[in-house]
C-alpha cells in the first residue's frame, strides 16, 4: 500500500514563495513518474506539474511554467513543488498523486493560500 503525505503548505502574500513536499511510502518516485494537482475553491481540479521517473524531466501548467519547479530527492522518496511569485490564483488545495498517469494514490491534500 503505497501512503503519500504532503506538506509545506500555509498563507503567503502574493509575490511570495512556499515549498510544498510530498513524502511517499511503500513506492517508489524514481521508477515511475508523479505529479502535482490542485483544486481551488470552486473549480475543477487541475493538473500543475510532472515529473519523470526515470529521468528527471519537467512538465507544467502553461499557468505556473516560469513560476514553479517540481523536483525529486530520491533518497528521500520526496517530491517538491517550488512555488515562487504566487499569486491569489494559486490558493487552491494541492496535492501529489502516483503514480503517473493512472494516479492510483493520493494524500489528504496540502492548503496553500495567497493573499493579494
Known amino acids: 500500500q503505497v501512503h503519500l503525505v504532503e506538506s509545506g503548505g500555509g498563507l503567503v502574500q502574493a509575490g511570495g514563495s512556499l515549498r510544498l513536499s510530498c513524502a511517499a511510502s511503500?513506492?517508489?518516485?524514481?521508477?515511475?513518474?508523479s505529479g502535482w494537482y490542485r483544486r481551488a475553491p470552486g473549480k475543477e481540479r487541475e493538473f500543475v506539474a510532472t515529473?519523470?521517473?526515470?529521468?528527471?524531466?519537467?512538465g507544467y501548467s502553461t499557468s505556473v511554467k516560469g513560476r514553479f519547479t517540481i523536483s525529486r530527492d530520491i533518497a528521500k522518496n520526496t517530491v517538491y513543488l517550488q512555488m515562487n511569485n504566487l499569486e491569489p490564483e494559486d490558493t487552491a488545495l494541492y496535492y501529489c498523486?502516483?503514480?503517473?498517469?493512472?494516479?492510483?494514490?493520493w494524500g489528504q491534500g496540502i492548503p496553500v493560500t495567497v493573499s493579494s
Open positions: 498523486p502516483w503514480p503517473a498517469p493512472s494516479y492510483d494514490y
Open positions: 511503500g513506492g517508489s518516485f524514481d521508477r515511475y513518474n
Open positions: 515529473i519523470r521517473g526515470s529521468s528527471g524531466s519537467a
